[in-house]
């Protein structure tokens, strides 16, 4: 047993005798051997409650990571490697242990999609385009790079660009990774390149029957949508108890024969001038509307099923919270939305409550909270555990709150770019013709990051807001909005390109969490709307 480990024992020892009584786990410990290898998993488990392990052991990792790890559980000791100051995670056991650190001896732990590397070419590939300009990943990505990566890996869908110097290469299920791994690089820039299946999921809530993942042809795409909000119906004004941050806001499609609805969380309040507005997450509408329309896709009509996205969500869906229709969309900040994720930039639509009654209670918890911008938004990847969830910590109202509204530690692991690939199927140019101001358009960031305790399950999330301090967009310091919780995806647990069907669908609902991800916040909205 190493110094460090025994001295971690000996302050849980002394810490379990000032309070007097002994945790369960404590007492187990004690009756355990000092010997690694006749403990448990389970007893592993329970020595393992915090976000952070063996936190003051950092000065041993600039000698080498060989007597931290052997100071690790035997369980996970070799599901982690480390290399330039962080730590990757590939876990052998799908299930055990259930969650990881964050970190381990100070140094970050990244779970990333499980991947093969170097990927298995039948000749030898190409040289690093960027041997002379290697790429930090933890710093902002330039627009320059963005480009260059998609340029090169041609036909992919986006990437993770991981703090552990992995560029994980989205791929659609057709991409012919056996001739990409013998004629693109398996560096880039320094990092390791790898091709993953692209499984990303929402986070919403959905009901017991979920919208098919199928799609007509990008080229059949219908009109832009430039003017999509006409003026409808009022919503039924609020009567039940009034609402607040992080309860469930729903949309339901409208006359539909399935009554299907999609939850996820309330935001924020925002308002501009004096009118109030909810922030929810834009794949909860566009879900609960292609679900109305999977029928006529059914027999046949398959495009007026994405058409519906094209005209005025109000004629589709109503927005409910509390058993009551609340509200209508007042804009959105993905007019380019599709199936998920293509077309999202924000995942961000303004709902204008029905009532100022219902929602007068939908405060943020701090009084001086603004929008983080952009400098600090890349500057996250630099500095462990510095974002938070932002939600109620009422013990009464924990029935109705996030898991996480108990003190949650957040890490930020990279950043995931994403290809709007409606906008580049349907321009006339390629994509190496488009000058940086359309690049900009094409592109959408979220930031990636894991959270301890884990939602459980990673479902029913999505609009939780996230911030961290830093410089806000007004230019003072203090606590800023990082973005809104979106998507999760998941390790996968086993990445085969000949698997699909069943066989994939169990793997990676089997999978643990890799990571989540939030996108950034809209320059209007940042620019226009008070946090409330």
């Not at 110097?165 to 057709?174: A, F, N, W």
């Not at 999609?262 to 009118?275: A, C, H």
């Not at 530690?409 to 994509?431: C, D, P, Y």
């Amino acid at each position: 047993m190493t110094t460090w480990w025994a001295e971690r024992k000996a302050r849980k020892k002394e810490e379990d005798e000032k309070n007097g009584t002994p945790s369960k786990a404590s007492a187990s410990r004690a009756e355990s051997s000092n010997s690694y290898g006749e403990r448990t998993t389970n007893q592993w488990i329970e020595e393992l409650p915090e976000a952070h392990f063996l936190p003051d052991c950092k000065h041993a990792l600039d000698t080498g990571s060989t007597l931290v790890q052997d100071s690790l559980p035997k369980s996970w000791r070799w599901d982690v490697e480390y290399q330039t100051g962080c730590w990757t995670c590939t876990p052998l056991e799908i299930e055990t242990p259930e969650q990881f650190p964050l970190t381990i001896a100070g140094a970050p732990v990244v779970l990333p999609v499980e991947y093969q590397w170097p990927p298995m070419g039948g000749v030898n590939p190409p040289p690093d385009p960027r041997p002379s300009a290697p790429i930090d990943c933890k710093a902002a990505v330039p627009l320059e790079v963005v480009r260059d990566i998609f340029l090169t890996f041609e036909g992919s869908l986006g990437f993770y660009l991981l703090i552990n110097g992995l560029l994980q290469v989205i791929v659609p299920e057709d991409f012919d990774t056996a001739w990409a791994s013998s004629h693109l690089p398996h560096k880039y820039g320094g990092l390791k390149v790898c091709f993953i299946s692209q499984t990303m999921e929402a986070t919403m809530l959905p009901s017991t029957t979920e919208t098919t993942k199928t799609k007509p042809p990008l080229a059949s795409q219908g009109p832009s949508l430039s003017n999509l909000f006409r003026p409808s119906r009022s919503a039924t004004a609020f009567s039940g108890p009034t609402l607040r941050l992080n309860d469930y806001i729903e949309a339901r499609p409208k006359a539909n024969h399935r009554k299907e609805k999609y939850s996820g969380r309330i935001g924020l309040k925002v308002t501009k001038g004096s009118d109030p507005c909810l922030i929810m997450s834009t794949h909860i509408i566009t879900e609960a509307i292609l679900a109305k329309s999977h029928r006529s896709a059914i027999f046949g009509r398959g495009r007026d099923r994405f058409e519906k996205l094209d005209i005025d969500w109000n004629e589709h869906v109503e927005v409910w919270a509390g058993n009551e229709k609340i509200g209508t969309v007042a804009k959105t900040f993905d007019e380019e939305a599709d199936i998920y994720p293509n077309g999202f930039h924000h995942d961000v639509t303004l709902i204008k409550p029905a009532s100022a009654a219902s929602v007068k209670d939908i405060l943020s918890p701090m009084a001086d909270l603004g929008w983080l911008n952009r400098k600090s938004w890349n500057s996250l990847r630099q500095h462990p555990s510095t974002v938070k969830i932002l939600g109620p910590t009422e013990v009464h109202r924990s029935a109705k709150s996030i898991k996480c509204s108990r003190p949650s530690e957040i890490l930020v692991v990279g950043e995931g770019i994403f290809l709007n690939q409606t906008a580049a199927a349907g321009n006339s140019k390629s994509l190496k013709d488009h000058d940086m101001s359309i690049w900009k358009t094409l592109i959408s960031r979220a930031v990636l990051y894991r959270v301890y305790p884990d939602f459980d399950p990673p479902s029913g999330y999505s609009g939780v807001a996230l911030y961290a301090d830093g410089t806000r967009e007004d230019g003072t310091p203090g606590p800023g909005i990082v973005g809104f919780q979106s998507f999760v995806q998941r390790s996968g647990h086993v990445q085969n390109f000949n698997m699909e069907g069943p066989a994939l669908d169990r793997r990676l609902q089997l999978g643990r969490v890799a990571f989540y991800g939030a996108f950034e916040v809209p320059e209007e909205l940042k620019r226009e709307y008070t946090i409330v």
